[in-house]
């Protein structure tokens, strides 16, 4: 039996199996297919024998949706001329002219010969519809060879020729031959009849025809024409034209000349007042934005984007809808008493002239401006079409860019915008504030009305909104609380915003740890007396107010005592699983509660640059109080430690300029002294002159100072002389002459020693030198004007770096007997 097993196993596993034969593969034989071949010249050969011009017509059609070939263009070409030449259709006519076009587009390299067939067929035809498809074809093919300049040349001239004809078609396309094939031209065309010819037909009796004249123009002046400024009359009188079509050219060639001749001076018409192009041309714009046509309105709104070089009365006037009264040109006193004696009408007797009739007064006199230019952007926030509100908010957000007062007359009416009724329009409201986040601080009113917009159904509006907040600057601690709140318990009502709002958490911590650090033991939950329970790290709402906390820690490290042991480890958890949202911090334990004092100069010094680097955080109404501390503790550290005396107090005494400085900046009273009462104008004479003694003794009592921190002291310096000259010249009728040479005497040494010592100044003195060097009469008023805006828009440099080789120069008074 197990002999009878071995055998079966043996021939189990020993037979051999072999696989079928495999058939031999199958071979495809791809066929390739010869192309198609072209019947347009059949079609084309098919002409002579139509009976009727519907046939022309069905075959021209049929040629149109077919290729020709290279090798049948000039058969092509001689059928198609010909029958043009005996085609009583002029429907006809214009379709062959439209196929020659696009035979020259197809094979680029006989478009001359295209051109010139054209031209010739041009010469002896009646139709307007047949002669405007023509030099429509011509411009058509002319855009392809850009460098025959012999053949542009004709081509204008022949434009020239037929703007005589009377049809509106026929002038419309040869004022845009003219205006796109001028240019061309060069120098072997005169410019300027050019021009003249153009801006004759402003006035046709044909809107369309005055709307292209206004278009080639612009066109011309885009290709390098230069336009004359006289023609800024006319084309502004064309506002008032029936048609939008031409008011909406118009605005447009209003803008190119504003921005072209900004500085040239016009004459107010019925007026001897004076204006800048700029400001006119602004002011003719806004009235657009009240136009009763939606595309006008829409341009309009567009183009006061772009016009940065506007004076900032007019550009504020526009979020105001009252009318600008105040700057009318006041009469003088002389002006007044000789209407009184020339009016030569009765009167009671207890007025001369008091019963005379009043002058009938425009609304256009009232003001630089007309009336329509006053809350402008007013209007076109609370059109009623999408288009002309997308528009002012985009123009709203370009202009304030570059204006940071202009900025912050805006914010309330773009966060008004956040309630629009389009959700495109709340995005591009929410991204104009983002961009210009920069200049603006955001009131506790406008948070509570910014974060009504949270509960936007859309989750891309309130990602934007988040973005937004992570990048504005807030006012107040409330406010941030309300923020923050608002931001948690909308959390709960989107959980997939959880990313968005982690960002936004993590940006503003960073941004507001001062007033993050009143709030901490509130969102922490942090008891003086009792251990509360222990949040859970993986709850959103817990993890957005650790992110918030920990980024304010990282810049204000004061929060870091407050923190509760869990809360540390929640804080390695967070950094190990979400590194790019929780920074890198550095927590310092003394259990003995030992008060820690510098043993060495190092310690000092170190002591010293904590605190300067910390003054360089701060923000807001915390700055002036953090600089009166770090003031007090500096002088402290300068009487425990002698080895850096010298720099505690020259750092303590650059703080306390400062601090003077802050509080005349304050409230804005420095500008205009004479608003002030008595108390207050001697309160403010006393810190300017206070100032000034900070800044002699900063440069004279002490000794060490390498060149580049001299030349801080005596930039410092050089602004509290600015200062003292402004409030001389608006405040006191003492002359100011003396005080304004020193002034220009010592701008011309910074200046010279900046050179020599090879380094850059900062704004404020970059910004005077800028200016003083166009003043060609540096009188006191004209001084003090040009200081008072580089005053108020430069920030205080930063305090220098401590350095210990800066000793207090003492000197000793004898007595001899």
């Known amino acids: 039996m197990a002999a009878l097993l071995k055998k079966r196993a043996f021939l189990e596993y020993g037979q051999l199996i072999q696989d079928p034969p495999q058939p031999p593969p199958k071979k495809l034989r791809l066929i390739k297919k010869p ?207 029936d048609y939008e079509i031409v008011r909406q050219a118009v605005l447009k060639l209003i803008w190119v000349i504003g921005n072209a001749y900004p500085e ?19 002011g003719k714009i806004c009235t657009g934005v009240t136009d009763l046509s939606m595309f006008v309105r829409t341009q309009a709104a567009k183009l ?80 009623e079409f999408l288009e002309v509100r997308s528009a002012a908010v985009e123009s709203l957000c370009q202009l304030s860019l570059n204006n940071p007062h202009f900025a912050n007359l805006s914010l309330d009416f773009l966060v008004d915008m956040f309630n629009d009724e389009i959700e495109d329009v709340r995005l591009k409201a929410i991204d104009s504030l983002r961009q210009i986040s920069a200049h603006i601080v955001l009131r506790d009113d406008q948070i509570e009305t910014i974060l009504a917009a949270l509960e936007d ?9 988040h973005r937004m907040l992570s990048a504005c600057q807030m006012s107040t601690t409330p406010g941030l609380k309300m923020c923050v709140e608002k931001l948690l318990d909308n959390l709960k009502k989107y959980p997939q915003d959880k990313r968005s709002t982690f960002r936004c958490m993590q940006k503003m911590g960073e941004q507001h740890p001062e007033l993050i650090l009143p709030l901490v033991p509130q969102f922490l939950n942090i008891h003086p007396f009792f251990d509360m329970a222990e949040p859970d790290v993986e709850n959103p709402q817990y993890i957005c107010i650790l992110i918030l906390v920990l980024n304010a820690a990282k810049n204000f490290p004061t929060i870091l005592p407050l923190l509760e042991p869990h809360t540390r480890k929640h804080y390695t958890y967070l950094r190990d699983t979400m590194p790019n949202l929780v920074p890198v911090l550095t927590f310092i334990t003394n259990e003995n509660n030992i008060e820690v004092k510098p043993t060495n100069v190092m310690e000092s010094v170190n002591f010293l640059k904590t605190v300067v680097n910390g003054l360089g955080v701060t923000t807001h109404k915390m700055h002036t109080n953090l600089l009166l501390k770090a003031k007090e503790h500096l002088l402290r550290l300068s009487e425990m430690d002698q080895q850096v005396s010298g720099t505690a107090q020259f750092t303590a005494l650059y ?77 006191s009728n003492a002359s100011a002459l003396a005080p304004c040479h020193h002034f220009l005497s010592t ?10 010592a090879n380094l850059e100044p900062d704004e404020f003195t970059s910004a005077v030198f800028k200016e003083l060097w166009i003043l060609e009469e540096p009188r006191p008023g004209t001084v003090a004007r040009i200081l008072i805006p580089i005053l108020t828009d430069t920030k205080l440099g930063p305090i220098p770096q401590p350095n210990i080789n800066i000793p207090l120069s003492k000197g000793q008074l004898l007595k001899y007997l």
């Open 35 to 241: 192309p198609v071949r072209s019947y347009a010249i059949d079609f084309i050969s098919c002409l002579e024998s139509c009976n009727s011009s519907n046939e022309i017509m069905q075959i021209l059609l049929r040629i149109d949706t077919t290729e020709l070939d290279k090798s049948d263009l000039t058969d092509a070409l001689k059928m198609l001329t010909d029958h043009f030449k005996t085609e009583a259709e002029s429907a006809v006519r214009v379709k062959i002219l439209s196929l020659l076009g696009d035979i020259g587009q197809q094979f680029e390299c006989d478009v001359v010969i295209i051109i010139e067939e054209c031209m010739g067929l041009l010469k002896n035809e009646m139709s307007h519809k047949v002669l405007a498809q023509g030099i429509n074809t011509i411009l058509k093919l002319a855009k392809l060879i850009p460098d025959n300049v012999q053949l542009h040349q004709k081509l204008v001239e022949t434009a020239k020729n037929y703007l005589k004809d009377t049809n509106h078609s026929v002038k419309c396309k040869c004022l845009e031959v003219i205006g796109v094939l001028a240019p061309s031209c060069g120098h072997n065309i005169d410019r300027k009849n050019i021009l003249n010819l153009v801006t004759s037909y402003f006035t046709n009796e044909d809107a369309r025809v005055r709307s292209q004249a206004f278009k080639t123009t612009i066109n011309l002046h885009d290709k390098g024409f230069k336009l004359d400024p006289a023609i800024y009359t006319i084309v502004c009188d064309a506002l008032n034209d």
């Open 264 to 282: 040239n001076i016009i004459l107010l018409p019925d007026s001897e007042q004076e204006l800048r192009l700029i400001d006119d041309a602004f």
């Open 304 to 383: 006061l984007g772009s016009m940065s070089l506007v004076s900032p009365k007019f550009l504020n006037q526009t979020l105001d809808k009252k009318l600008m009264s105040n700057m009318r040109r006041k009469r003088t006193a002389h002006e007044l008493a000789w209407e009184n004696v020339t009016s030569g009408e009765w009167a009671s007797g207890k007025k001369w002239a008091d019963d005379a009739p009043r002058e009938l007064i425009d609304a256009d006199s009232i003001n630089l401006m007309s009336s329509g230019a006053c809350g402008a952007f007013v209007h076109g926030l609370e059109d």
């Open 457 to 465: 159904f859309s989750q891309e509006v309130r990602e934007g909104l």
């Open 655 to 731: 703080i306390g300029a400062q601090i003077l400085m802050l509080q005349i900046f304050k409230k804005g009273a420095w500008m205009n002294p004479t608003s002030l009462a008595t108390q207050q104008s001697n309160n403010l004479k006393a810190n300017i002159q206070s100032l000034l003694e900070h800044c002699l003794k900063l440069q004279h009592l002490f000794v060490g100072f390498s060149a580049k921190e001299l030349c801080v002291i005596k930039q410092f310096r050089l602004r509290a002389l600015a200062i003292n000259l402004v409030h001389i010249v608006k405040g």
């Open 747 to 756: 701008v011309e040494d910074m200046q010279t020693e900046i050179e020599n």
